[in-house]
């Protein structure tokens, strides 16, 4: 047996309310959670996840990048990193991350905002249903793109069924 993801709404740099609830994939939407504009781990991640967007979106699966960042911070680190097609959705608030068990962090250097999240992502079926969740508590615990798009390659036409379902 699987569970439901969370809710999930966010603004999003082009404009729109971004919802879970709304998105129709063929297979997966993969939510992946970022730390922000502090983290330079986080811009060459997103970067890449942006220049492998059209192979995810080919297996249909559809793509969101969130951080607790602001508009304003949001918007710099997305034209700092270059990102040019990652939906970039921002203001994820300490309630979201809790409610999706993200690792929470305080600020430690000056550059840092007072709370953010850790890096996560997370793969969701069509149905609401979770399938996929890897988080980190530090900045260089990363699922591989390259390593994500090989298994999505393996197991979207196998129909592979959920895992780590057992909580006994």
Not at 34 to 58: M, S, W
């Amino acid at each position: 047996m699987s569970n439901p993801a969370p809710a999930l709404e966010v603004e999003t740099l082009d404009g729109t309310l971004w919802k879970l609830a709304d998105q129709t994939p063929e297979h997966y939407t993969m939510v992946v959670f970022y730390r922000g504009l502090h983290c330079p781990v986080c811009e060459h991640y997103i970067t890449d996840l942006d220049q492998k967007l059209n192979a995810f979106q080919q297996l249909g699966v559809n793509v969101i990048a969130i951080s607790g960042d602001t508009r304003e911070q949001a918007e710099k680190f997305k034209e700092k990193s270059q990102i040019q097609n990652v939906t970039i959705g921002y203001g994820l608030t300490a309630g979201d991350m809790r409610r999706w068990g993200l690792y929470l962090s305080q600020g430690h250097f000056n550059h840092e905002p007072a709370l953010f999240s850790e890096p996560a992502l997370f793969l969701i079926k069509p149905d609401g249903r979770l399938y996929f969740a890897n988080m980190g508590t530090h900045p260089f615990s990363r699922v591989s793109f390259d390593f994500l798009l090989q298994g999505l390659e393996y197991i979207i036409p196998r129909n592979y069924p959920f895992r780590g379902t057992i909580w006994e």
